[in-house]
């Protein structure tokens, strides 16, 4: 059809998602003004065996929610607060009273 590598396409695929995601992640600032709702979850299958904790080889999402409004969710490394700070908004932590936080 367009006699393109498939390698080609795929890269060409990423290099898309990411220029969403950079300009989404522009308006998140604005998106995010007044109270909001805080939250992380594991995502993955159920691995045979104990090892570690439950979320062990999961992966973490962080993830934003605006009462009646957008949700913005991002995949992190660790779900300890220096990791989560820098991606809540600084208007929401500064000005209002009525962020919930269960970090």
Do not use: W
């Amino acid at each position: 059809m367009l006699d393109i590598h498939p390698n080609t396409a795929a890269l060409f695929y990423k290099k898309v998602r990411q220029i969403i995601s950079f300009h989404l992640a522009l308006q998140v600032i604005e998106v995010f003004d007044g109270c909001i709702e805080l939250d992380e979850s594991y995502f993955g299958g159920v691995r045979k065996g104990k090892r570690g904790r439950g979320a062990a080889g999961k992966v973490s999402v962080f993830g934003i929610l605006k009462r009646g409004g957008n949700v913005y969710t991002v995949v992190v490394e660790d779900t300890k607060s220096s990791t989560l700070m820098p991606v809540i908004p600084r208007k929401n932590c500064a000005r209002q009273h009525c962020l919930y936080r269960y970090i």
